[in-house]
């Protein structure tokens, strides 16, 4: 799911509370656990003749202790009745596939869970899809020659709100930054992108394994990824729009299909090969589905939050700072109480403690009413417009306005490769540190009843230097650019 509303829809209605002047990127292997059985406990072993052949193929993300070897998570999937798509050692994480029903109960349903199969038990539909579709269905490249070459560069209010074009008279990124956009796929072909867009470091990840052939990362049926990728590094050629690090490079990774849905193997794949490839930024602008995982509970939602979860952690270890998106849920996020995460809403992306995670703001700096919030979850605050003040961004075959968290986040990431850009040697830790540490602070509002029916639409707790709405303030990329400029190194 795609956290993005189109300018003319209505608003759609996301930890331990930690008050503090810094994020710290926490691993969450001890936070995080699934209460599976020890490997040694063998699965019941499944005559292989006697498993399924003739039922539909259904994926599966498998979840093992870690430092389980491959050739043991292989055994135990095929004793299961299933065939091993990939396997990432680093975090214990397998896909699979298997025709037979048995699969889960064969391996536990705390090793074992498929979205698609709750997807179909369910009954969801492409009617039901996540992501709003382009029209016609099918998407073709766009043609250069048919984009508008006027300079809309005035209308991109989020931009003055963040001092981005003061930012960018000191830096405007740096090709070998690379921010990965975990997304439905770029358009190469835009005019706004084509000089960006890092064909060697993208890869389409709908499977659950990379696979870095152009077909596979290009957008089939929706624009949103492109929308995203523009506020991050739009050309800055005088026409159009510009993104916030115009000179950064982008990778596309296809993580949404064409049903709208991002399944959590897609993501794990997306992240792991950010981790692999050595990506700088990570951008998630959408809530793992089906549903949004996000205030339910269930022990095979614990699967996915377990592997998603290791996946963030492992690229974070790997020198990548990964930034998402609240929801368009309009709901609180925070624990429930200090130190329980288990009772409250949860949405992943967005509640690992390992993503920096950003709120929208409208154009009068006010949480949007759409946007999900959470005191210890929300970290920083960015533009997402409300109707009809949107985003303006690159779209298949031009520009869109877009209101949403998703068109938040990439203003941050966008920051975040400005950061790298002007120091180089800076881990995740300390962009993030720079980011969260340079923004506006913004207060909670004493009144927040937008819709004048005399009721609040949400609760913010907290105080001007850090509360639930605005996490630690608007981010402001001047200031974090200079801050960089002037913040040591780490060893």
Known sequence: MALARLSTCAPRAIGTVVISATITLAPLSTAVGVSADPLSTPAPAADRAACASSGETVRHLVVFDEGTRESDATERIEAACGDSVTYYPEIAVAVANSRDAGFTERLGDARSFSAQQRRDASGSSAESRRVPRAEPSTLAPTDPEVVPSTDRSDEQWGMRMLEVPRARSVSAGDPDVVVGVLDSGIDAAHPELAEAV???????????????????????????????????????????????????????????????????????????????????????????????????????????????????????????????????????????????????????????????????????????????????????????????????????????????TSMAAPYVSGVAALVASANPDHGPEQIAGTLTSSTRNVPCPADYDISGDGKQEGYCSGYSGYNGFYGHGIVDAYAAVDDADSAPSRE
């Open 198 to 404: 890092r064909a060697d470091l993208s890869a389409g990840c709908l499977s659950g394994k990379p696979d870095p052939t152009a077909e596979s990362w290009s957008p089939s049926t929706s624009g949103h990824g492109t929308h995203v990728a523009g506020t991050i590094a739009a050309a800055e050629d005088g026409t159009g729009i510009t993104g916030v690090a115009p000179e950064a490079g982008i990778a596309s990774i296809k993580v949404i299909g064409d049903r709208g849905y991002a399944d959590p193997e897609a993501v794990v794949c997306g992240l792991m090969w950010a981790a692999a490839n050595s990506l700088d930024v990570t951008n998630s602008s959408y809530v793992v589905d089906p549903g949004s995982l996000s205030c339910v509970s269930g022990t095979e939602l614990d699967v996915a939050r377990e592997a998603i979860a290791r996946a963030a952690d492992h690229a974070t270890a790997e020198g990548t700072l990964n930034i998402a998106a609240t929801t368009n849920d309009g709901v609180n996020l925070s624990p429930t109480s200090a130190g329980d995460q288990e009772d409250g809403c949860h949405a992943l992306p967005a509640s690992l403690r390992s993503m920096l995670t950003v709120s929208a703001v409208d154009s009068d700096e006010r949480k949007a009413t759409y946007s999900s919030y959470g005191l210890g979850v929300v970290s920083v605050a960015a533009p997402g417009g409300e109707a009809p003040r949107c985003v303006l961004s690159a779209a298949p075959g031009g520009y869109t306005r877009v209101c949403g």
